[in-house]
């Protein structure tokens, strides 16, 4: 059988791959990869104000809207010892979004494969080799092995990086956050749209109301302390939320029950270094993964995306500053979260002997 022949391939069609995808596809030949045949149910579904403006400069933003997400006004947390509300009123870009974020996903493939990218799902890359023009690039699909010949590499796969570190690259990761979470139901009053975060001795909780009267809940904590084997335990989640003093009694009057057993997820800041070289790009959590706390995974992932594709873009066209350039951007983006990542958690110091916050003091 024939290699297939493209000019950028990209594997993994979460938000990076897909806006990634979506941006080169009018000019290039794309091929756009994923291991999952469709998004599956995911933790991540704050998208903060200023997504909007990416959105409206890749053309999506009026489709965006039909999508039927739920506006998010802002923020109520217990953080320091403090209660406090911060709302977007005040926000040139207006509120924000609590995504129904499968949803969200499957809607940013769909606009890649209307721009013209070709989607293969399930598929990923099996082996990678150097070729004159470009890479040779073996494919795992169920019907068996496939040939491609690309010039240009993306790597969009998430926190794993395979592909960016099957190039050489390094994953750096920065500390050992993970997430116990979950899904329920609000069955009494209505929620007024703000995300919650609430402070705690072994860690941070999160929640927030999303489409459909659903709701999702979350604990963050370190991997390798006693809490995080509880993470897993059904019912500890909603038992341990239901004694705060916030959130508990926020739970209490939307009448939240859990629908579905706790899952874990991998939330540590971590970075790939290098994140693009000559021929490829890594882009979203595969260059720079951030800490939920951060709430900026998503948008990092659009920018990125579209920031790649325009680098990939450059490089195709003979730029030869297209990926240095690209690798600047990543590493300013990255000092800037490190800074404001260790401001937010040096305000939190009710439990200064605690593993947790003690890791998180400023030296
Ligand atoms: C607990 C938690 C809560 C979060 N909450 C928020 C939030 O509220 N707001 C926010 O903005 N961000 C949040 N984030 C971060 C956000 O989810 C990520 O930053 C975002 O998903 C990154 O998008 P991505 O496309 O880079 O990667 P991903 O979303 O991980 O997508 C990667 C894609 O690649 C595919 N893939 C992986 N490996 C391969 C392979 N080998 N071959 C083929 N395909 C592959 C996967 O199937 C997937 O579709 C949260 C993260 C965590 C862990």
Redesign the pocket.
């Known amino acids: 059988m024939s290699a297939l022949e493209a000019d950028v391939l990209i594997?993994?069609?979460?938000?990076?791959?897909?806006?990634a995808a979506l941006n080169l596809a009018p000019f290039r030949r794309v091929l756009l990869?994923?291991?999952?045949p469709a998004?599956?149910r995911?933790?991540?579904?704050?998208?903060?104000p200023a997504a909007r403006r990416l959105l409206a400069d890749m053309g999506l933003w009026d489709d965006f809207l039909r999508q039927g997400h739920r506006p998010c006004h802002g923020n109520r947390s217990v953080w320091g010892g403090l209660a406090a509300e911060q709302d977007f009123l005040r926000d040139p870009d207006g509120h924000g979004w609590h995504l129904d974020?499968a949803r969200f996903?499957l809607w940013l493939r769909q606009q890649a494969v209307e721009r013209g990218a070709a989607l293969l799902?399930?598929?990923?890359?099996a082996a990678v080799a150097a070729e004159d023009s470009g890479w040779r690039v073996t494919l795992r699909t169920p019907a068996g092995p496939r040939q491609v010949h690309a010039r240009v590499l993306i790597d969009?796969?998430?926190?794993?990086a395979?592909?960016a570190r099957k190039l050489g690259a390094r994953r750096q990761p920065g500390d050992r956050l993970v997430?116990g979470?979950l899904y329920g139901h609000d069955r009494g009053e209505a929620d007024n749209g703000l995300?919650r975060i609430e402070a705690a001795e072994h860690g941070w909780w999160?929640s927030?109301a999303l489409p459909d009267r659903q709701r999702v809940l979350?604990f963050?904590t370190d991997a390798d302390l006693a809490a995080a084997r509880r993470l897993r335990e059904p019912g500890w989640l909603v038992d341990a939320a239901a004694r705060l003093p916030e959130l508990g009694a926020l739970l209490h009057r939307t009448g939240f029950a859990a629908a579905m057993p706790a899952e874990l997820?991998?939330?540590h800041s971590a970075r790939t270094s290098p994140a693009a070289g000559p021929g490829w790009f890594a882009?979203?959590?595969?260059?720079l993964?951030?800490d939920?706390l951060?709430?900026?995974?998503?948008?990092?992932?659009l920018y990125?995306?579209l920031a790649a594709a325009e680098a990939a873009d450059g490089s195709l066209n003979g730029d030869a500053a297209a990926v240095a350039d690209y690798q600047r951007a990543l590493d300013a983006i990255g000092a800037a979260y490190r800074r404001h990542l260790d401001a937010w958690y040096g305000e939190e110091r009710r439990w200064p002997t605690a593993t947790f916050w003690r890791r998180r003091q400023p030296a």
């Open positions: 594997q993994g069609a979460g938000p990076a791959g897909a806006c990869l994923d291991r999952q998004p599956p995911r933790i991540g579904e704050s998208l903060p974020r996903e799902a399930p598929a990923s890359a969009a796969g998430g926190r794993a395979t592909l997430c979470w995300s999160y927030a979350a963050h997820a991998a939330a882009v979203g959590d595969a260059a993964s951030f939920p951060s709430s900026q995974g998503l948008f990092n992932a990125t995306g």
